[in-house]
């Protein structure tokens, strides 16, 4: 249960890195010419915000008994 925890920790990590390189992808292209005229000509782009962990206590693991 341990090693799937860990797993599963690293896998959200991994998730939230790439979702916050794709919006940083995507903010990047919608503010470089060319492409930010037809961005916001045709699909009225706007910037998009990383994740960003909001909760109090949401940068630790939670602590888990198996007694």
Not at 14 to 36: E, G, H, K, L, S
Not at 46 to 59: I, L, N, R, S
């Amino acid at each position: 249960l341990m090693s799937q925890l860990e797993g599963t920790e690293n896998r959200i990590t991994i998730a939230r890195n790439d979702y916050n390189t794709a919006v940083q992808q995507y903010n990047t292209t919608i503010r470089t010419f060319p492409d930010a005229i037809g961005a916001k000509i045709f699909y009225g782009a706007k910037p998009m915000v990383p994740f960003a962990a909001t909760t109090p206590g949401a940068d630790t693991a939670p602590k888990v008994n198996f007694n």
